[in-house]
Nanobody, 127 residues
Framework: QVHLVDSGGGLVQAGGSLRLSCKAS????????VAWFRQPPGKEREIVIA?????????YYADSVEDRFSISRDSAKNTWYLEMHNLKPEDTAVYSC???????????????????WGQGTQVTVSS
């Protein structure tokens, strides 16, 4: 059974940092693609960042987060992390991790569909 659990959200002041965690169970930890999406209040879900662990494709960053967000992993803990720095009020959203087992094309490889999703964690950035 595959399961992703998001955590680490909270309230932070503008300019601050947060680290979100996505703990994986089952065989997902070796899946090639991991991404974080976010859904701001009253808006549609959008992709924030995606990584191909094989290294065959460059990490994707939404324009609004490049140079501020990054993904890492701890294999021993079966956990992926989203590091967020210099947070802005417009980063306020529910953040969800996602993973997929196959990348079938190079073009727009980071876009959905994804196989599994975390439940989401709220990030609120105050001005």
């Amino acid at each position: 059974q595959v399961h992703l659990v998001d955590s680490g959200g909270g309230l932070v002041q503008a300019g601050g940092s947060l680290r979100l965690s996505c703990k994986a169970s089952g065989r997902t930890f070796n899946s090639p693609a991991v991404a974080w999406f976010r859904q701001p209040p009253g808006k549609e879900r959008e992709i924030v960042i995606a990584i191909d662990w094989s290294g065959r494709r460059s990490t994707y960053y939404a324009d609004s987060v490049e140079d501020r967000f990054s993904i890492s992993r701890d294999s021993a803990k079966n956990t992926w992390y989203l590091e967020m720095h210099n947070l802005k009020p417009e980063d306020t959203a529910v953040y969800s991790c996602a993973t997929k087992f196959q990348i079938t094309s190079d073009e727009d490889w980071y876009q959905p569909p994804y196989d599994y999703w975390g439940q989401g964690t709220q990030v609120t950035v105050s001005s």
